[in-house]
Structure formats: C-alpha cells, structure tokens
C-alpha cells in the first residue's frame, strides 16, 4: 500500500482557499493554521489565517435576535 507524500504548506493554503471559497471559514482557519505549522515564515500562509479568523469572527456576530432572547431570558430570571 502506497503512503501518500506528506503535505507542504501550499497543499494546506489551497485546502483553505476551497474553503474559504464556500464560506466554510472553520474548515479554512484550521487549513491555514497547518499551513503556518508547517511553514511558519510564510508570510502569505500568516496573512491567510488572519484572515479567515478574521471572517470567522464576522460570521459568528450574535444577531439582534439572538440578543433579544437572551434579554428576555434575563429578565424572566434565567441564564
């Protein structure tokens, strides 16, 4: 059984951009972090997991519902 060669740094920085590309920003900052692993001086590899930490970050905002809800259990008395 043949073992596939191991991945280099433009191996992950591609995975992180297909994922980025389908707005999957988890999937691309773990892509981009083992891009940086592996190649820490990169700098292209180090601007790429800001940002999609960056995305992931803007993605993730708490909706104005979100915020009412979470109001509404506070004054009702819950956690």
Do not use: C, H, I
């Amino acid at each position: 059984m043949a073992s596939s060669p191991p991945e280099t740094a433009d191996d992950a920085l591609q995975r992180g951009m297909q994922s980025a590309r389908n707005y999957d920003w988890a999937t691309a900052t773990d892509a981009f972090r083992k891009a940086v692993a592996l190649d820490p001086e990169s700098v292209e590899s180090r601007f790429r997991l800001g940002w999609s930490l960056w995305n992931q970050a803007d993605s993730d905002k708490p909706t104005l519902g979100d915020m009412a809800v979470v109001y509404g259990a506070q004054m009702f008395g819950f956690d």
